[in-house]
């Protein structure tokens, strides 16, 4: 079975710091992974993925995130934070060899920027 | 806006009532889903439908009823739910395969639909 944790339920930064929202997963063969995030009152956006190729992954709005298969963590970065990068952000994984599976999303993490 | 349109916004009903919510994705794709995300609790994936066929559901309860009739649109068709039901519904839509795998599909979400079942 696939699972995604994301170990913290809140990370607060200030703005302009760099920020990280961590990730670790858990697939029984290899992974793709995927970055969402929630304003409120919206559904999710989709910010970057990885899929196959450079462990590191840029992706919209400034975020990006690495691969690291041995540590199975896919954790979200960015150098500078705004204030607007407050939101929900959410982690999810799929089995690449598993052909019926979808999505299984992690819980969230609520990220706070503070001016 | 991603292309994903959710109607209603917000829902209010009873028990005994019956419902549908509506989604239409307006990206030429071929795959849609239902979630539902409960407070505190992860995303829960409900129903998949990929080229209009039925591929995924997830031990949903039969009080929930999908219904996709073409590729752009997706409902879902409520009744004698319980207040545990309530929560924000949303809607998603990804390329989808002919072949079935939808495993490195990018999906684009809906607004959500709120739902409180009094």
């Known amino acids: 079975a696939q699972s995604v944790a994301q170990p913290e339920d809140q990370v607060n930064v200030a703005e302009g710091n760099p920020l990280t929202v961590k990730c670790t997963y858990s697939?029984?063969?290899?992974?793709?992974l995927f970055w969402y995030v929630q304003y409120p009152n919206r559904g999710l956006q989709f910010l970057l993925k990885?899929?196959?190729?450079?462990?590191l992954v840029k992706g919209s709005y400034g975020f990006e995130a690495e691969f690291n298969k041995s540590q199975t963590s896919f954790h979200l970065k960015k150098p500078s934070a705004l204030v607007s990068d407050s939101a929900l952000y959410f982690c999810a994984v799929r089995d690449r060899n598993n052909y019926g599976q979808n999505f299984v999303f992690g819980p969230g993490t609520r990220l706070s920027v503070l001016p | 806006e991603t292309g994903v349109t959710q109607t209603p916004r917000h829902l209010v009903m009873g028990m005994t009532n019956k419902k549908s919510l509506k989604c239409e994705q307006h990206?030429?794709?071929?795959?849609m889903y239902w979630y539902k995300q409960s407070a505190k609790k992860p995303l829960e994936l409900m129903f998949v439908?990929?080229?209009?066929?039925?591929?995924e559901n997830n031990s949903v309860p039969s009080r929930f009823s999908p219904e996709c009739p073409n590729s752009s649109h997706l409902f879902l068709h409520l009744h004698t739910l319980q207040p545990e039901d309530s929560a924000l519904y949303l809607c998603a839509s990804s390329q989808g395969e002919a072949s079935g795998s939808l495993r490195t599909d990018t999906q684009y979400f809906g607004p959500g639909t709120r739902l409180t079942v009094l």
């Open positions: 439908y990929n080229f209009k066929e039925q591929t």
């Open positions: 990206l030429g794709h071929n795959a």
């Open positions: 697939v029984s063969g290899n992974p793709y």
């Open positions: 990885y899929i196959t190729g450079d462990n």
